[in-house]
T-cell receptor, first 112, second 115 residues
């Protein structure tokens, strides 16, 4: 079964706009929530991550918002740029598991 | 620092044939993972090694897939016999200390097409 549900499947945003990708999970044992970015022909690369002791984490134009009670987390990309066009995966892990469960991915296209 | 190396990058085979993929992780990374990424889906863990021991292979279709990491460094993933539904990108990843860093480093993947 899909441990992490991600939406939307695809997203088109104008340059300078805000891109928002959402994820939800059921397993309350999950305690680590990273986002990975994947360009065509490349492997995924860690973009930003959060642990449930905080509700928000910001790194440059990228922000994770985390809602523990709703079991949801989201990625916000501010001032989206054409270079941000890629597929974004949310993921989750539980303490001691040492591996990741990935969402189905969101293909982001930023139009110049 | 060299990244995770994988080969071949592309492979096309007929169903029921066999194929093998090779992975060389980042130097010093004790944990190695093989993920399967079907087109339009997220990566799914097939097998996880800690040094040369298997940590998790619960999602590996053992009737046709096998993997080994004999000396705790390089790893090979084999599929025999291949089915049409095995068409996917096979990603190898490694980690130095996932419990603390939470980061997996992925290779560029090996794309398999089964005809």
């Amino acid at each position: 079964q899909q441990q992490v549900k991600q939406s939307p499947q695809s997203l088109i945003v104008q340059k300078g706009g805000i891109s928002i990708i959402n994820c939800a999970y059921e397993n309350t044992a999950f305690d680590y929530f990273p986002w990975y970015q994947q360009f065509p022909g490349k492997g995924p690369a860690l973009l930003i991550a959060i642990r449930p002791d905080v509700s928000e984490k910001k790194e440059g134009r990228f922000t994770i918002s985390f809602n523990k009670s709703a079991k949801q987390f989201s990625l916000h990309i501010m001032d989206s740029q054409p270079g941000d066009s890629a597929t974004y995966f949310c993921a989750a892990s539980s303490n001691g598991a040492n591996n990741l469960f990935f969402g189905t991915g969101t293909r982001l296209t930023v139009i110049p | 620092e060299a990244g995770v190396a994988q080969s071949p990058r592309y492979k096309i085979i007929e169903k029921r044939q066999s194929v093998a993929f090779w992975c060389n992780p980042i130097s010093g990374h004790a944990t190695l993972y093989w993920y399967q990424q079907i087109l339009g889906q997220g990566p799914k863990l097939l097998i996880q090694f800690q040094n040369n021991g298997v940590v998790d292979d619960s999602q590996l279709p053992k009737d046709r897939f096998s993997a080994e990491r004999l000396k705790g460094v390089d790893s090979t993933l084999k599929i025999q016999p291949a089915k049409l539904e095995d068409s996917a990108v096979y990603l190898c990843a490694s980690s130095l200390d996932f419990a603390n860093t939470g980061e997996l480093f992925f290779g560029e993947g090996s794309r398999l097409t089964v005809l």
